[in-house]
């Protein structure tokens, strides 16, 4: 088989094929000749190119994807006071990824970041309305040692599912 890196007849290259824009020992694959995608490298990545492949955030923090691997099931009657939906191990803080719930009445429930602690979500639910709320794929970051809590401007049941991480 030919190298498709090559120069074919003509002096162009075949498409698709393997290119170094840059001299810089990383081989990209050029698919029908629209923007390189990096494929493998000569040189080890630093920790930020490693870790980052979405950038930096508003505020520094080095933004990279997360798959949710946890999945807790809740089932809360008669909210209305903060009611306990995720408790993740000592030592260890959720990262909220989305949600899934259905309200038996029109309510605003907010999500806490622990007991007495901030707000750090706010859902709109309505009567026997299934809600889906994905939160991308870097989700909301509790802080360790805080569980995930709701309360309800009305006093509804509550069912549903929350997916994301432990770190």
């Given at each position: ?8 007849e ?10 170094d ?30 870790t ?9 923090v ?37 949600i ?16 007495g ?8 639910a309505?009567d ?38 432990v770190?």
């Open positions: 088989m030919p190298n498709p890196a090559a120069p074919n003509s002096g162009g290259r075949r498409i698709p094929f393997l290119v824009p840059d001299d810089s020992g990383a081989a990209a694959y050029l698919p029908f000749g629209i923007g390189a995608k990096v494929i493998g490298t000569g040189v080890t990545p630093g920790a930020a190119q490693a980052t492949p979405w950038g930096v955030g508003s505020n520094g080095i933004l990279r994807p997360y798959v949710a691997d946890t999945f807790v099931p809740f089932s809360l009657t008669a909210v209305t006071t903060e009611q306990l939906i995720w408790n993740p191990a000592a030592g260890k803080s959720f990262r909220l990824l989305g899934t719930l259905k309200s038996t009445v029109e309510a605003v429930l907010n999500l806490l970041n622990g007991t602690g901030a707000t750090i979500f706010t859902i709109g309505g026997s309305v299934p809600v889906y709320l994905p939160l991308g794929p870097v989700g909301i970051l509790g802080t360790v040692d805080a569980s995930l809590y709701v309360t309800s401007s009305a006093s509804a049941d509550i069912a549903g599912t929350v997916f994301g991480c770190e």
